[in-house]
């Protein structure tokens, strides 16, 4: 397990007390693989790991929530999708099984949602891709935040990482614990979050290549073989119609998105769809593109959902060997501050 010095401490403190982690890391929750494997072995590095419970339901959930229970001690947490039509039965799984961290992702959450969880007795994260939607999630309830910037890998917003920091963590760090996300792959850039007043970072991209993440030895070569340019966010193909961006490895399913987005773009002029069920269709291609990838390597037709960090992505290694390189980077990085 990775331990930190008295140099990088101070600056960590907040966010692995807020944790119960070692390390103020958190595992960014992937869809097929943030899994228990993934999940676990990033807890027992020192980390802090996030299941993606993305499109399972109730049942699948606990089971996945135990099944990570068995191959770790340490803390964890699960990130669930507002949007998902069984989210007060995840939000009661999660506090049946005793999840200490729940995210709430994909859309602001309800205020119903934000009372089940603090009701139950979890802590709540969720994301703030704007200042103004911050101070909102503080008001509602929210624990902690993390800001994620367009950098970052799948479903992202408009503004980049740097920007948010400036505009956000200025503003709300005092408040409650941030997380940064988005395009981060060096110790030198968590030392520079910190500084500025995160209480930790949010990292996803790096660990698709750790040896526990359970994706197709394809999809892994995919990224090993990427630079940053190669990731790039969907197009929207109509204004009217609220498809949010994302960003992956440019392949022949970038293509099988944008005639999917016409499809349902016919559907709803038609009626035949509401903003809701377009967003459910739209959410429902990525569950299965990116399952055809991950899992069964078909890594030309299905989803490559990588931020642009994935360019720095060398070698399939160890998930506490990527965090040790992280921790280890940090430390020199503040090292040479003192020089």
Do not use: Y
């Not at 299941?51 to 929530?65: H, K, N, T, V, Y």
């Not at 947490?77 to 995210?103: R, S």
């Amino acid at each position: 397990m990775v331990t930190i010095s008295s140099r990088l401490k101070p600056l960590m403190q907040r966010g692995c007390d807020f944790l119960g982690s070692k390390v103020a890391v958190m595992g960014g929750a992937m869809s097929w693989i943030s899994e228990r494997n993934l999940v676990a072995a990033i807890s027992n590095a020192g980390g802090f790991g996030v299941l993606a419970c993305g499109s399972m339901p109730p049942d699948l959930l606990r089971a996945e929530i135990k099944a990570t229970r068995e191959l770790t001690r340490a803390p964890f947490g699960v990130n669930l999708i507002t949007m998902h039509p069984q989210i007060d039965e995840l939000i009661d799984v999660c506090l049946e099984e005793n999840v200490g961290h729940i995210v709430l992702a994909g859309g602001v959450p309800s205020t119903l949602a934000v009372k089940r969880v603090k009701d139950g007795g979890a802590k709540l994260i969720c994301f703030a891709p704007a200042l103004a939607l911050g101070k909102r999630m503080i008001r509602n309830g929210a624990d902690a935040l993390v800001i994620e910037g367009m950098e970052a890998g799948g479903h992202i917003g408009p503004i980049s990482t740097t920007v948010l920091a400036q505009e956000i963590l200025p503003e709300l760090h005092e408040l409650v614990p941030v997380f940064v996300a988005g395009g981060i792959g060096r110790g030198e850039a968590i030392v520079s979050h910190l500084e500025m007043g995160a209480s930790g970072v949010q990292i996803g991209t790096l660990f698709v290549c750790a040896n526990e993440c359970v994706a197709h030895a394809d999809f892994k070569k995919a990224f090993i073989r990427a630079a940053a340019r190669d990731a790039v966010p969907t197009p929207q193909l109509d204004p009217r119609f609220p498809v949010i961006p994302v960003r992956a490895i440019v392949n022949e399913g970038t293509n099988h998105f944008l005639q999917k987005q016409r499809e349902v773009i016919a559907k709803f002029d038609a009626g035949e769809l509401t903003k809701e069920q377009a967003q459910l269709e739209i959410e429902h291609f990525w569950a299965g593109a990116l399952r055809r990838a991950v899992i069964d390597g078909d890594v030309a037709n299905g989803s490559l959902m990588a931020g642009q960090i994935v360019g720095v992505v060398k070698d399939e290694r160890p998930a506490l060997a990527i965090l040790t390189e992280l921790v280890r980077q940090a430390e020199q990085a503040l090292l040479h501050r003192e020089l």
